[in-house]
């Protein structure tokens, strides 16, 4: 079952623009991840954060996550061509044995020039 | 981080056939995952193979339909049995790495599976 559910599911802005993408998820988690997949690609890593943290940095990527309304959102500063691509948001539970992730349905970002 | 290879890289298949996929890993490892992407979703876990033991599958997938081996710490393969077009999908294989102990996946490139 699917754990994050993020909105937008679409988003289409400007190179240069801001992107913000938004993530729910149900139960309570030890750390929450982002990851990109360019289109009919595999997935790649950006950014995790965990459950004790509030804010996260890496390069043009902020994260955020509230715990108490269990909601994580991911910013991209001044988006580029390139940063077009699907962004899931993922979720381990601290309830599980296991470390799967559950993904959620995504966010596809295009970013025109 | 792991560098993962999965082959077929995509594959057209006839309705009733099976299909293996391989995946790849440049370094031991002992946890590897099997996802589903539908068209246009989201992935969906299928099962968790670990070297040793019995893969563990999540609710709505069964053994007899994606049975999978790991003979080792850096090898597995999934298989698509007895395929449908509902079966049409990217099958991604990934690995953990731990570091400072939270886990963090990498993904093979998928393997696209057309049914027809």
């Known amino acids: 079952s699917q754990q994050g559910e993020e909105d937008p599911q679409a988003l289409s802005i400007q190179e240069g623009e801001n992107a913000t993408m938004n993530c729910s998820y149900k139960?309570?988690?030890?750390?929450l991840q982002w990851y990109r997949q360019n289109s009919g690609r595999g997935l790649v890593h950006l950014i995790l954060?965990?459950?004790?943290?509030r804010e996260k940095h890496s390069g043009r990527l902020r994260v955020t996550l509230d715990t108490s309304k269990k909601s994580s959102s991911l910013l991209i500063t001044a988006s580029r061509a390139a940063d077009t691509a699907s962004y899931f948001c993922?979720?381990?539970?601290?309830?599980?044995?296991?470390?799967?992730?559950?993904f959620g349905k995504g966010t596809t970002l295009s970013v025109s020039s | 981080s792991a560098v993962i290879s999965q082959k077929p890289s995509r594959d057209i298949c006839q309705r009733g056939t099976s299909l293996t996929i391989q995946c790849q890993v440049d370094?031991?490892?002992?946890?590897m995952f099997w996802y589903r992407q539908q068209p246009g979703q989201s992935l969906t876990l299928i099962a968790t193979?670990?070297?040793?033991?019995?893969?563990?599958?999540e609710s709505g997938f069964v053994i007899d339909k994606f049975p999978i081996s790991r003979p080792n710490l850096t090898f597995s393969t999934l298989t698509v049995s007895n395929m449908s077009p509902e079966d049409s999908s990217i099958y991604l294989c990934?690995?953990?790495?731990?570091?400072?102990?939270?886990?963090?996946?990498?993904f093979g490139e998928g393997s696209r599976l057309t049914v027809l």
């Open positions: 370094s031991q490892v002992t946890m």
């Open positions: 993922a979720t381990d539970s601290s309830n599980q044995a296991g470390t799967a992730l559950i």
């Open positions: 139960t309570s988690i030890n750390n």
């Open positions: 990934s690995v953990e790495e731990k570091g400072q102990g939270v886990g963090e996946l990498f």
């Open positions: 954060i965990r459950s004790n943290e």
């Open positions: 193979a670990n070297q040793g033991s019995e893969a563990t599958y």
